[in-house]
């Protein structure tokens, strides 16, 4: 059964640091999207991204932030220079079409220090 | 009002009962409603979605949607020790827009 597929599994980094979370969506799949959740917190929505733009944010996608796909399969999200703050579980997700389900990866686990 | 609520629990059920969750949104316009359950440490994996009004049954798993009530429940029957979990209620509020809004989670424990 396909999946979406993330690396790195673990990222340590420290303050002010860039780094990039990888991620290879389902390979039939049209639109992908960043979440994040820190440590006992819930999911939040951070972008959507299709045909190659950015179609929806939230406030915390600020412009430390950015998606791109470099390439027919990955898509990445970099975060220019890291905070305390941004240490969480980052999520990317696909889906076939805008409403339908959205499949989530395993997540990169980001600790900045 | 938070946009997807949850009672956090934790609820706890014997094995073999029926587990019932609960999730009220805010956003009558809302379209699409999941359930993902997320063990400790895991990624969201889903277990149902619903768009219309009514039950819509999986194997052990029915979702209700009341979208007058602005209500979408989870029942897990014959639940198992491996249902124990995180049980997170997202929704989508159409109409264009394509983030998933969840809630809190519910945690929930079957006891052997």
């Known amino acids: 059964e396909p999946e979406v597929t993330q690396t790195p599994s673990h990222q340590v980094t420290q303050m002010g640091q860039e780094v990039i979370l990888r991620c290879v969506p389902i390979?039939?799949?049209?639109?992908f999207y960043w979440y994040r959740q820190i440590l006992g917190q819930k999911v939040e929505f951070l972008v959507s991204?299709?045909?190659?733009?950015?179609?929806?944010k939230s406030e915390i996608f600020d412009d430390q932030f950015s998606v791109e796909r470099p390439d027919g399969s990955n898509f990445t999200l970099k975060i220019r220079s890291t905070k305390l703050e941004d240490s969480a579980m980052y999520f990317c997700?696909?889906?076939?079409?805008?409403?339908?389900?959205?499949?989530f990866g395993p997540g990169t686990r980001l600790l900045v220090l | 009002q938070k946009e997807v609520e949850q009672n956090s629990g934790p609820l706890s059920v014997p094995e073999g009962a029926i587990a019932s969750l609960n999730c009220t949104y805010s956003?009558?316009?809302?379209?699409?409603f999941f359930w993902y359950r997320q063990y400790s440490g895991k990624s969201p994996e889903l277990i149902m979605s619903?768009?219309?009004?009514g039950d819509k049954e999986d194997g052990r798993f029915t979702a209700q949607l009341n979208k007058a009530s602005q209500y979408v429940s989870l029942l897990i029957r014959d639940s198992q020790p491996s249902d124990s979990a995180t049980y997170l209620c997202?929704?989508?509020?159409?109409?264009?827009?394509?983030?998933?809004?969840f809630g809190t989670g519910t945690r929930l424990t079957i006891i052997p």
């Open positions: 997700a696909s889906s076939r079409d805008r409403q339908e389900t959205q499949y």
């Open positions: 390979s039939n799949h049209l639109y």
């Open positions: 991204f299709y045909n190659n733009e950015i179609s929806e």
């Open positions: 956003d009558r316009g809302s379209q699409s």
């Open positions: 619903i768009y219309s009004n």
């Open positions: 997202a929704v989508n509020k159409g109409f264009g827009n394509e983030k998933l809004t």
